[in-house]
C-alpha cells in the first residue's frame, strides 16, 4: 500500500468514512450522526475511540477534529486549529451536526456556545462550566438554539443511579437521612503535572477549579446529587465544604462535602481524596431502618442488603452517553441520560467550592510513596477518617483528626 494510500484507510478507520453501512445503520435505514471533535488528547482520545467504534456500528461519522496541538496522524486530514474555521472548511454534505468538547474547562462555555449559535448539538466533558453564572448562560444558549447539550457525567449512564433514586423516592428502605458518597484515590505527581491547569484553582485569573470533587469524582457527587432528588439549586438550603490538599497543588485533593436540602430530600454527605494508599472502586450507599444499598457506580454493581443483614449483589445496565446523544439528535423524544439543566445542582456544589477560600494543606500524618514522578502522598488513615466522616456528618476538622484545622471548615448558601 502506497503511503497516501495508507493514510486515507488510516482516515477512513478513524472517522467511519464508508460506515454507513455498518449493522446498526442498515438496520435502522438512519444516517450516521455527523460529530467534530473538540480536543484530540486527555479525554479526547477517549472520544476517539467511542467515535470509532460507533462508526463501525454505522452510528457516527467523525468528520473534523479541532486542537490547537498536532492531533494524530491519521486525523491529519479532517484537523483544524478553531471551529470556525472547521465550518468555514467543510462541505455541506461533511457538516457536523453534533461537536463534542474534550478541552480545558476554562474554554468551555465560549466553546460550547459557538457551537450551539452554529446549529449543533452539543456533547460536553465535566465539570461542565467552572461557575454557576456561566451554567446559566450556557442553559440559556442551549434554548435559545434549540438544540441539546449532554454532559459527560459518567454515572448517570448507569442504571443502578436511577434504581437508588427511586429507592430514595419511593420510601422502599425507608426514611433516608443521608446519601454517603466516599472515594478513595490515589493519583501522583505526574497526574497534577499533565497541564498547566492540573491541581489549580485558577489559571490565567480565570477558575479552572480541578479539585478531587469537581474533576476526578465530579461523577460520584453528581450522581449522589441525583439518587438524592436534589435536582434544582432552589432544592439546596446550604453546603458546608472542608478543602485540603497533600500534594503541592492549589487545588484540594481531600475534600468533605456535606449538601443539606432545603426540602425533605436527604442530605448528601461526600468525603473524597487522591491520596488514599491504595484506589478502591467509588461508592454510594444509602440506609435506612428497611436496609441498605451500596452502589459501585464505576463497575455498574451494587449490593443490597436487607434489615436482617440478608445481602444481595446486583448488576446494571450502562447506556453510552455520546451513544444515547446520538440517538436523541435522531429521534428527539429519546430523552438525554444525562442534560445539562441537571447539571446545574452540581454547578453549585463546585460554586460552594471556588467560593470559599482556597484549600489548606495537611501539614501532619503524611508520609510519601514511590519516586519522582510517580511519588504520591498518603494521609495516615485516610480511608477511616472518610469513612467517619461520613458515618457522623461532620467535616475532617470537626472529627480530631491531627490536622485539623477549625479555619478550614466554611459554609455556603446560593443566591437568592
Known amino acids: 500500500m502506497s503511503p497516501s494510500a495508507d493514510a486515507t484507510a488510516r482516515l477512513d478507520a478513524a472517522t467511519g468514512r464508508g460506515a454507513a453501512t455498518g449493522p446498526d445503520a442498515v438496520a435502522s435505514g438512519v444516517a450516521p450522526v455527523r460529530v467534530a471533535l473538540l480536543g484530540t488528547r486527555g479525554f479526547g482520545a477517549v472520544h476517539l475511540r467511542t467515535l470509532s467504534r460507533l462508526a ?82 450556557l442553559l440559556e444558549a442551549a434554548e435559545a438554539a434549540g ?103 492549589e487545588a484540594d485533593d481531600t475534600a468533605f462535602l456535606r449538601i443539606d436540602p432545603a426540602g425533605e430530600a436527604p442530605a448528601v454527605v461526600c468525603a473524597l481524596t487522591t491520596v488514599a494508599a491504595e484506589q478502591t472502586s467509588p461508592w454510594i450507599e444509602i440506609r ?11 463497575e455498574d454493581r451494587s449490593v443490597r442488603t436487607a434489615a436482617d443483614g440478608t445481602a444481595q449483589e446486583l448488576a446494571h445496565e450502562r447506556e453510552d452517553l455520546m451513544e444515547n446523544l446520538l440517538a436523541h439528535v435522531r429521534d428527539r423524544s429519546v430523552p438525554l441520560r444525562s442534560p445539562l439543566a441537571s447539571t446545574g445542582v452540581f454547578s453549585a456544589v463546585l460554586e ?48 480530631g483528626v491531627p490536622w485539623a484545622r477549625p479555619d478550614a471548615v466554611h459554609r455556603w448558601t446560593p443566591p437568592a
Open 288 to 298: 435506612g431502618s428497611g436496609g441498605g444499598h451500596r452502589l459501585y457506580y464505576t
Open 352 to 399: 460552594a467550592t471556588q467560593s470559599v477560600p482556597d484549600p489548606l494543606p495537611i501539614e501532619a500524618g503524611v508520609t510519601w510513596a514511590g519516586e519522582g514522578e510517580a511519588a504520591h502522598p498518603v494521609v495516615d488513615g485516610i480511608e477511616q477518617t472518610l469513612r467517619t466522616a461520613l458515618a457522623t456528618g461532620q467535616p475532617f476538622s470537626e472529627l
Open 147 to 249: 438544540r441539546s447539550v449532554q454532559v459527560g457525567f459518567q454515572a448517570r449512564g448507569g442504571a443502578g443511579v436511577d434504581v437508588l433514586r427511586e429507592e430514595v423516592a419511593t420510601g422502599a428502605l425507608g426514611r433516608i437521612e443521608a446519601v454517603h458518597v466516599y472515594g478513595a484515590w490515589l493519583r501522583d505527581r505526574a497526574y497534577y503535572a499533565r497541564s498547566a491547569w492540573a491541581g489549580k484553582r485558577r489559571l490565567d485569573g480565570r477558575r479552572v477549579a480541578d479539585g478531587v470533587a469537581t474533576n476526578p469524582l465530579a461523577h460520584s457527587v453528581h450522581a449522589g446529587l441525583a439518587i438524592a432528588g436534589i435536582d434544582d439549586v432552589a432544592d439546596i438550603a446550604a453546603v458546608t465544604v472542608e478543602l485540603r490538599h497533600a500534594h503541592d497543588i
Open 56 to 137: 463501525a456500528r454505522g452510528i457516527a461519522r467523525l468528520v473534523g477534529v479541532v486542537d490547537v496541538a498536532e492531533p494524530p496522524p491519521e486525523l491529519a486530514g479532517i484537523h483544524h486549529r478553531s471551529l470556525a474555521a472547521l465550518l468555514e472548511a467543510t462541505p455541506e454534505a461533511d457538516r457536523p451536526e453534533v461537536v463534542a468538547i474534550a478541552t480545558p474547562i476554562g474554554t468551555h462555555l465560549e466553546l460550547a456556545t459557538e457551537a450551539l449559535a452554529a446549529g449543533l448539538d452539543v456533547y460536553l466533558e465535566k465539570p461542565p462550566v467552572p461557575s454557576l453564572e456561566d451554567h446559566w448562560r
